[in-house]
């Protein structure tokens, strides 16, 4: 038995390993081996026996805190939400919809292991030991994007990578292939681009808030600087805006109470710098890496006029039908329907349109309850959360990027540990990470 208490927190350790590179080495793999679809579902079905299988620990162990059967309870009612508004429409893409249900609650799933994981590995969990392994796994997806970059465009097709077999082998601005843009092992530039925002902030963050030596400072450095290269050679326009949300944020949580001090002694100056950039963001306006226009326009539409229809198309769905249309019905899962799909360009448009407004509403307040959560810590790690979590926000408002198992992963996986973690273990074992606020960390260790 205490070896199987392991097993949850080697299951997502190897999660956070695995997904970054499931979509490169199911196409490779499955090249030799066969059976593509296998590959493509076998770690959503570990998933789920792994979620099962941490619940029933957890339950054996008898010390749970109730808020961890809160979130079982709730992901149980969105998974069984799902298959309510499925039975009210029988005549659903059966793979579509069973993708659908998938990719929506396997977020929550990884929630639950993930704290499930501390609960019964407690004593010996170190949340810093974790962020490394994040680290160094994305540090080989970073460096493999950016040599990607200066390789030929089609050399992923040599390892099983077919638009026929669910997998573009490169991507390109406005499909002119003079702008090439890395996806490294991932899906696509985006999720690619939504991957690498917890590593940039978790770096960001080692830079600024700890007392490191020289030397690791410049490796810190040296990799953030790695990190910001493969972001920007994505040329994902909503990664780069994610980005710089999550490094001010950051940021922000470190010198807040300097910054006010210096914009009121230096406003006429911020005015200047605010005017400078908002003029050379216009002056860009026809740059073709940031409009993502580099040819002629064809056909009615341009990308960006396509982004903004697709959403329209997903809130006029949701009005007609707000009880939903079903999952699988809109998002990525959509696209595997050969009778067509939608793709609301927007995740929570998406929800909205396959599961209505109850499951719209409910995906919500879990995450506003998570993040409040995490946010009454008020320790180190929970700023790389927190940041990204509005980054990720952000992203979503333009893409589906919670559908992106990689991405899902990493942060659900993280959240849910650092749920758990007890609360005395940051400001104990981890005094030097500097949290927040240094008045409320004093007053917490006195109360301690």
Not at 121 to 147: C, D, P
Not at 204 to 230: D, N, Q
Request: aromatic content about 14%.
């Amino acid at each position: 038995m205490q070896y199987a208490r392991k097993i949850p927190y080697w299951s997502a350790t190897a999660l956070l390993i695995y997904m970054p590179f499931h979509i490169f080495l199911s196409q490779s793999l499955s090249t030799l081996t066969g059976g593509l679809t296998v590959w493509k579902i076998a770690k959503d079905v570990f998933l789920f026996l792994v979620t099962m299988f941490t619940i029933c620990l957890v339950y054996q162990k008898g010390k749970a805190p109730r808020w961890f059967w809160g979130l079982v309870g709730v992901t149980a009612a969105y998974g069984a939400l799902h298959l309510l508004v499925w039975a009210f429409h029988p005549h659903l893409y059966r793979t579509s919809a069973l993708l659908g249900t998938i990719y929506n609650v396997r977020l929550l799933c990884f929630a639950v292991v993930g704290s499930g994981a501390v609960l019964l590995h407690e004593r010996k969990f170190v949340f810093s030991s974790m962020m490394r392994v994040v680290l160094g796994v994305s540090t080989v997806v970073a460096l493999l994007g950016v040599v990607q970059y200066f390789l030929p465009p089609d050399i992923l097709t040599h390892v099983g990578y077919s638009i026929a077999r669910g997998a573009r082998p490169d991507f390109f601005i406005d499909n002119n292939p003079a702008f090439p843009r890395i996806m490294s092992t991932l899906r696509d530039p985006n999720s690619l681009g939504a991957y690498l925002l917890v590593p940039i902030a978790t770096l960001t963050y080692l830079v600024i808030f700890l007392k490191l030596t020289a030397r690791r400072r410049a490796l810190a450095l040296l990799a953030l600087m790695l990190h910001v290269a493969a972001l920007y050679l994505t040329f994902s326009r909503s990664a780069w805006a994610a980005g710089l949300v999550t490094m001010g944020l950051v940021v922000w949580w470190r010198y807040s109470s300097q910054f006010v001090r210096a914009l009121r002694k230096w406003w006429p100056v911020a005015a200047v710098a605010v005017f400078l950039i908002i003029f050379g963001a216009y002056a860009e306006r026809n740059n073709g890496i940031v409009s993502h226009t580099t040819t002629a326009q064809v056909g009615q539409y341009d990308s960006n006029q396509f982004h903004w229809l697709y959403v329209q198309r997903g809130l006029t769905g949701m009005v007609r039908e707000p009880l939903g249309h079903g999952p699988g019905t809109a998002g990525l899962a959509s696209i595997q329907n050969p009778g067509g799909g939608l793709l609301t360009e927007n995740y929570y448009v998406q929800l909205g349109y396959e599961i209505g407004f109850v499951g719209l509403a409910v995906f919500i307040a879990v995450t506003v309850w998570l993040y409040v959560r995490l946010w009454r810590r008020h320790d180190g790690w929970t700023v790389v959360l927190l940041s990204s979590f509005w980054a990720y926000v952000l992203m979503n408002m333009l893409l589906h990027t919670w559908s992106n198992e990689a991405v899902a992963a990493q942060w659900w996986l993280l959240a849910g540990m650092a749920l758990a973690v007890p609360l005395a273990q940051p400001y104990e074992a981890a005094r030097r990470l500097r949290p927040v606020s240094r008045h409320h960390t004093a007053r917490r260790r006195r109360s301690l």
